[in-house]
């Protein structure tokens, strides 16, 4: 499996934006997606974004479509996360997911996952 740190993470006014970073190494998927989710307390863990490895394809999470934008550079083996006209509801650990099957939203369908990075969003 692949392993990942995620980077970025903090607090920010509502409105505001945040970046977040996920580096990869060990084993990559390079025809498997690569994504995000979060978590906050109390909630299941949810799908947020996700892209093609190849293609740069990405799809979103309703929720935070227009608002959020996901990339990759597979030369440096990075995925990002910008985040932006954030809302107290986005408050969440955000984790980066690899190994994933394009087009799936469901946790069950991604075989790595990063320790997690917190996101905290104040009214």
């Known amino acids: 499996q692949v392993q990942l740190a995620e980077s970025g993470g903090g607090l920010v006014q509502a409105g505001g934006s945040l970046i977040l970073s996920c580096a990869a190494s060990?084993?990559?998927?390079?025809?498997?997606?690569m994504g995000w989710f979060r978590q906050a307390p109390g909630k299941e863990r949810e799908f947020v974004a996700a892209i093609s490895w190849s293609g740069n394809l990405p799809y979103y999470a309703d929720s935070v479509r227009g608002r959020f934008t996901i990339s990759r550079d597979n030369a440096k083996n990075t995925v990002l996360l910008q985040m932006h006209s954030l809302k107290p509801e986005d408050t969440a650990v955000y984790y980066c997911?690899?190994?994933?099957?394009?087009?799936?939203?469901?946790?069950?369908?991604?075989?790595?996952w990063g320790q997690g990075t917190q996101v905290s969003v104040s009214a």
């Open positions: 997911a690899a190994g994933g099957t394009y087009g799936s939203r469901s946790t069950d369908d991604w075989e790595s």
């Open positions: 060990g084993h990559t998927f390079s025809r498997s997606a």
